[in-house]
Nanobody, 126 residues
């Protein structure tokens, strides 16, 4: 599976941004997709995840109510809509897929994901 994340950029606090992650390759084995972010000098942080069917969506408390994950199953694209952005949302954002065999690993655990995209930078100025 190859993942291409896009949509990052420089925005002001309070603005919105939508990231996309397109999956290609052996996508039949992709069970769910997750979004993570990593700020400079910090650990990579789980943001949320969505199953390929869309029947289960989870969010980290830090973004709940501001970020929304949706998926276009037919195109194998997952979106991360980010509203009311804050300077502390500044990070490199990564998407990752998890296979069915890893479904029992916590969504928030990086080891639960098989493939990772290259990341897209989001910078929020105050």
């Amino acid at each position: 599976v190859q993942l291409q994340a896009s949509g990052g950029g420089l925005v002001q606090a309070g603005d919105s941004l939508r990231l996309s992650c397109a999956a290609s390759g052996r996508t039949f084995n992709y069970y769910a997709m997750g979004w993570f972010r990593q700020a400079p000098g910090k650990e990579r942080e789980f943001i949320g995840s969505i199953t390929k069917s869309g029947d289960s969506i989870k969010y980290a408390d830090s973004v709940k109510g501001r970020f929304t994950i949706t998926g276009d199953n037919g195109k194998n694209i997952v979106y991360l809509q980010m509203n009311s952005l804050k300077p502390e949302d500044t990070a490199v954002y990564f998407c990752a897929t998890r296979s069915l065999s890893r479904r029992f690993i916590s969504d928030s655990a990086q080891r639960g994901y098989d493939y990772w995209g290259q990341g897209t930078q989001v910078t929020v100025s105050s």
